[in-house]
């Protein structure tokens, strides 16, 4: 059984391991371009740096963690479910949104969305989202002009 | 132009129709933002940038200011009457404001806390308006190593005033410098980090970014938490405090508009600071320290006299030295680049139009502030009432719109997504996102300027050095890193000796930013 401790160390050990990955492929697409010289320093130059520094404080953290384990650190992980119910929805809105269009992508974001989070009956939710996404056309679509994607459905 | 003529020029430019509906527009639009505990400042301002693409600068800036500001006013709103704060800078005003509500006194409170921001930002207003033109004149030698130097300063303090960890913090700003790399090399034009993609040439899109990890992520904390509000309701007719409410609130307001303006200049969480600051000097001035958190008048006076004077201070560096002090100002000088308008030190000289209308607005915004904040309260409470289910999917909503807009993307909308749910991973884990975004305006200009002053020297990093201004920036670079490590050094030798944990690397409760 791990101790609270041995599981803090661990948690911070992967974080500052995502860290590490982060820092080697700042580095690997810095190294991509031409890095010149001190003298005359090129594309890669400045992001090499980055990458470098970035690895290093990755493993200050882990080092300081190691040296003074603290006494508790949180989970990554949502404590509701919903928060993790809403990033799906959010994604898959993102993905329909240029193909299904802006009005049937926000009416299912907002009925969906609306329901998880209000416990509404699906047949207020729907009308809910429906109202909004036609409110929203109307106010960015047809008074600010602002191109919506009119999707498959309705092209 | 003496400063006294070129404000008169401002009035001018700021109270044209135009300019005065948009402050009106922004002030109000931030109250309500402030009012509203799903959203702070900076997820306001970047939610309201696209809808300024069509505006003249000036009026752009005018109603992004508005936003900043109000918000500071809104903000108290929800810490008296719900004891939750609006933003983060509204933390503070919870301890008395709330128990002076509940003691049947929310009217003084909330007409303290908006009397008290009308004396600060105007004075900040003042104050920003005689230090930024010398400070920008000073600025006017400065070459690229003092520009890269001030940045590395400023990223510094950033870390080190920060609202986490300054090593958690320091990693934010050199992701937030990273994700700036995308894109063309504004030097050579050879594309980084891009995998051929043409969408990304122009880089990551600030304002993807930024609605990511202050809307989408804010909408995820604030779902996990589920805060439960009981609005207290003030009684209007009991809205304007005694003669002595007034006489106690003096010295706070006054102390809190000096101390709130000086820390508002520096970089890193200085609105939020200053609120702090402000109570524990208001607490041991007081003749009763035991007596703050009970529902003192001088609890809210001070602090919100500092939050609302910091605003004016945030804004002295972005103008004058065109280098923002802080993620809500980072946001505003991307509203203004995106114009073609550079801020700076020549900002003055270019477009005194926009320098000194947006100083003259900010006179105006105070005033309109006070005017429609004491009667409208009992309106902006009754947002609180707008139950969550129907505000963050709408906010959210909002969020895809003014994404999509900006290059009608859908590469945008993925970076927002993403950037969400990594801002909601981060503070989960105790970084705070905000140097990402700071990071990342100034990303490219710290770049140019290390470039630039290495092939200055032919490749002497001595340059940085030898030249004074440049030099003494970097050493007090080093010295707050100095301080800090020996702080770090001795708490965690002391923490050995006593054989405890080190702290705990949980975030605080995340409030808007």
Same mark, same amino acid.
């Given at each position: 059984?791990?101790?609270?401790?041995?599981?803090?160390?661990? !948690?911070?050990?992967?974080?500052?391991?995502?860290?590490?990955?982060?820092?080697?492929?700042?580095?690997?697409?810095? &190294? &991509?371009?031409?890095?010149?010289?001190? !003298?005359?320093?090129?594309?890669?130059?400045?992001?090499?740096?980055?990458?470098?520094?970035?690895?290093?404080?990755?493993?200050?953290?882990?080092?300081?963690?190691?040296?003074?384990?603290?006494?508790?650190?949180?989970?990554?992980?949502?404590? !509701?479910?919903?928060?993790?119910?809403?990033?799906?929805?959010?994604?898959?809105?993102?993905?329909?949104?240029?193909?299904?269009?802006?009005?049937?992508?926000?009416? &299912?974001?907002?009925?969906?969305?609306?329901?998880?989070?209000? !416990?509404?009956?699906?047949?207020?939710?729907? &009308?809910v989202?429906?109202?909004?996404?036609?409110?929203?056309?109307?106010?960015?679509?047809?008074?600010?002009?602002?191109?919506?994607?009119?999707?498959?459905?309705?092209? | 132009?003496?400063?006294?003529?070129?404000?008169?020029?401002?009035?001018? @430019?700021?109270?044209?129709?135009?300019?005065?509906?948009?402050?009106?527009?922004?002030?109000?639009?931030? /109250?309500?933002?402030?009012?509203?505990?799903?959203i702070?400042?900076?997820?306001?301002?970047?939610?309201?940038?696209?809808?300024?693409?069509?505006?003249?600068?000036?009026?752009?800036?005018?109603?992004?200011?508005?936003?900043?500001?109000?918000?500071?006013?809104?903000?108290?709103?929800?810490?008296?009457?719900?004891n939750?704060?609006?933003?983060?800078?509204?933390?503070? /005003?919870?301890?008395?404001?709330?128990?002076?509500? +509940?003691?049947?006194?929310?009217?003084?409170?909330?007409?303290?806390?908006?009397?008290?921001?009308?004396?600060?930002?105007?004075?900040?207003?003042?104050g920003?308006?005689?230090?930024?033109?010398?400070?920008?004149?000073?600025?006017?030698?400065?070459?690229?190593?003092?520009?890269?130097?001030?940045?590395?300063?400023?990223?510094?303090?950033?870390?080190?005033?920060?609202?986490?960890?300054?090593?958690?913090?320091?990693?934010?700003i050199?992701?937030?410098?990273? @994700?700036?790399? *995308?894109?063309?090399?504004?030097?050579?034009?050879?594309?980084?980090?891009?995998?051929?993609?043409?969408?990304?040439?122009?880089?990551?899109?600030?304002?993807?970014?930024?609605?990511?990890?202050?809307?989408?992520?804010?909408?995820?904390?604030?779902?996990?938490?589920?805060?439960?509000?009981?609005?207290?309701?003030?009684?209007?007719?009991?809205?304007?405090?005694?003669?002595?409410?007034?006489?106690?609130?003096?010295?706070?307001?006054?102390?809190?508009?000096?101390?709130?303006?000086?820390?508002?200049?520096?970089?890193?969480?200085?609105?939020?600071?200053?609120?702090?600051?402000?109570?524990?000097?208001?607490?041991?001035?007081s003749?009763?320290?035991?007596?703050?958190?009970?529902g003192?008048?001088?609890?809210?006076?001070?602090?919100?006299?500092?939050?609302?004077?910091?605003?004016g201070?945030?804004?002295?560096?972005?103008?004058?030295?065109?280098?923002p002090?802080?993620?809500?100002?980072?946001?505003?000088?991307?509203?203004?680049l995106?114009?073609?308008?550079?801020?700076?030190?020549?900002?003055?000289?270019?477009?005194?139009?926009?320098?000194?209308?947006?100083i003259?607005?900010?006179?105006?915004?105070?005033?309109?502030?006070?005017?429609?904040?004491?009667?409208?309260?009992?309106?902006?409470v009754?947002?609180?009432?707008?139950?969550?289910?129907?505000?963050?999917?709408?906010?959210?909503?909002?969020?895809?719109?003014?994404?999509?807009?900006?290059?009608?993307?859908? /590469?945008?909308?993925?970076?927002m997504?993403?950037?969400?749910?990594?801002?909601?991973?981060?503070?989960?884990?105790?970084?705070?996102?905000?140097?990402? *975004?700071?990071?990342?305006?100034?990303?490219?200009?710290?770049?140019?300027?290390l470039?630039?002053?290495?092939?200055?020297?032919?490749?002497?990093?001595?340059?940085?050095?030898?030249?004074?201004?440049?030099?003494?920036?970097?050493?007090?670079?080093?010295?707050?890193?100095?301080?800090?490590?020996?702080?770090?050094?001795?708490?965690?030798?002391?923490?050995? +000796?006593?054989?405890?944990?080190?702290?705990?690397?949980?975030?605080?409760?995340?409030?808007?930013?």
């Amino acid at each position: 059984m791990t101790t609270p401790r041995a599981r803090t160390t661990m !948690r911070v050990g992967a974080v500052a391991g995502a860290f590490l990955l982060v820092a080697g492929w700042v580095c690997f697409e810095a &190294l &991509l371009v031409p890095i010149g010289s001190v !003298r005359m320093p090129g594309a890669g130059f400045f992001p090499l740096v980055l990458g470098v520094a970035l690895g290093a404080l990755a493993v200050g953290l882990f080092g300081m963690t190691v040296a003074s384990p603290p006494a508790d650190t949180p989970s990554i992980w949502p404590e !509701r479910p919903e928060v993790l119910y809403l990033m799906g929805i959010l994604l898959a809105s993102v993905w329909l949104f240029e193909r299904a269009g802006f009005l049937v992508t926000m009416t &299912l974001f907002l009925a969906v969305a609306t329901r998880l989070l209000g !416990r509404l009956r699906w047949g207020t939710a729907v &009308l809910v989202g429906l109202a909004g996404s036609l409110a929203a056309d109307l106010v960015f679509g047809r008074a600010l002009l602002i191109a919506l994607p009119s999707g498959m459905l309705l092209h | 132009m003496d400063p006294l003529q070129s404000l008169l020029y401002g009035f001018s @430019v700021s109270l044209t129709p135009t300019n005065l509906a948009y402050c009106a527009l922004g002030v109000v639009l931030g /109250t309500i933002v402030g009012v509203l505990p799903g959203i702070g400042p900076l997820g306001g301002i970047t939610l309201l940038l696209p809808t300024t693409f069509g505006m003249e600068p000036v009026s752009a800036i005018i109603m992004l200011a508005g936003i900043y500001y109000g918000a500071m006013y809104g903000g108290s709103t929800t810490s008296i009457l719900v004891n939750i704060p609006g933003e983060a800078a509204s933390v503070v /005003t919870c301890f008395d404001g709330y128990q002076m509500a +509940r003691q049947g006194r929310a009217g003084p409170a909330l007409s303290i806390a908006a009397l008290g921001s009308y004396v600060a930002g105007t004075l900040s207003v003042l104050g920003l308006m005689l230090l930024a033109p010398s400070l920008a004149r000073f600025a006017l030698s400065f070459g690229p190593p003092e520009q890269f130097s001030l940045m590395v300063l400023g990223l510094v303090i950033l870390a080190y005033m920060g609202t986490g960890p300054v090593l958690k913090s320091m990693m934010m700003i050199v992701l937030g410098l990273a @994700v700036a790399m *995308v894109g063309l090399d504004q030097l050579s034009g050879f594309a980084r980090f891009t995998h051929g993609r043409a969408d990304l040439g122009d880089g990551v899109s600030f304002l993807a970014v930024a609605m990511g990890l202050f809307g989408v992520a804010e909408i995820l904390v604030n779902v996990e938490q589920k805060v439960v509000q009981n609005v207290i309701k003030p009684k209007l007719r009991a809205l304007l405090p005694t003669r002595e409410d007034c006489r106690r609130s003096v010295g706070p307001v006054l102390r809190g508009s000096v101390v709130g303006f000086f820390i508002g200049i520096l970089p890193g969480a200085a609105h939020i600071i200053s609120t702090f600051v402000s109570y524990a000097m208001e607490k041991r001035l007081s003749g009763k320290p035991e007596e703050f958190g009970t529902g003192r008048i001088e609890g809210v006076a001070g602090p919100e006299s500092a939050n609302n004077a910091a605003t004016g201070g945030a804004m002295i560096p972005f103008l004058a030295l065109g280098i923002p002090s802080s993620p809500a100002t980072a946001t505003m000088m991307v509203a203004l680049l995106i114009h073609g308008v550079k801020p700076g030190p020549v900002l003055m000289e270019q477009r005194p139009e926009v320098f000194w209308g947006l100083i003259a607005s900010m006179y105006i915004g105070n005033v309109m502030l006070l005017i429609l904040n004491l009667p409208l309260v009992g309106l902006f409470v009754n947002l609180l009432r707008v139950p969550q289910h129907y505000l963050f999917p709408a906010i959210l909503m909002i969020c895809f719109v003014g994404v999509y807009s900006v290059n009608l993307s859908g /590469t945008d909308l993925w970076i927002m997504a993403i950037a969400g749910v990594a801002g909601f991973a981060l503070r989960k884990l105790g970084f705070d996102p905000a140097p990402i *975004v700071l990071a990342m305006v100034l990303g490219p200009m710290m770049e140019q300027a290390l470039r630039q002053g290495l092939m200055m020297s032919r490749g002497e990093f001595a340059i940085f050095l030898s030249r004074p201004i440049s030099a003494v920036m970097l050493s007090a670079a080093a010295l707050i890193l100095l301080a800090h490590l020996i702080s770090v050094y001795k708490r965690a030798l002391v923490r050995r +000796r006593n054989g405890e944990g080190a702290e705990v690397l949980s975030v605080e409760r995340p409030v808007s930013l």
